[in-house]
């Protein structure tokens, strides 16, 4: 009886761990929502922004801009339920966003 009690709460911390990894395009558009929180247009835009699967590209480098280490380039669509927003870039160095940047489906 001990053992499953065990095995059981094992399951529930692995599982609640998984449910806490985001991915490198979701840490980006979050760290996008943090940035932009002075610009209230902007933030609600990114706020109902979800991200295409299909569209995102990951360029794994090792290099610097200037003197900062960068050693991923992420870009993704984004879309909400009534339209396509746009595209988000952002740089990324060890899964933590440096930069970030929108592009509308205007420009």
Request: aromatic share 8%; with cysteine.
């Amino acid at each position: 009886m001990k053992a499953i009690k065990i095995f059981l709460m094992i399951g529930a911390l692995l599982c609640s761990a998984g449910a806490m990894a985001t991915s490198v395009e979701q840490s980006c558009l979050n760290y996008g929502k943090k940035v932009m929180r002075d610009n209230p247009d902007m933030l609600a835009l990114l706020k109902q922004a979800n991200i295409e699967p299909s569209s995102v590209m990951i360029e794994r480098f090792d290099g610097k801009v200037g003197k900062q280490s960068v050693s991923t380039e992420v870009t993704a669509k984004i879309n909400s339920a009534q339209e396509k927003l746009g595209t988000i870039f952002c740089l990324v160095n060890n899964d933590s966003p440096l930069y970030f940047h929108y592009f509308s489906v205007e420009e």
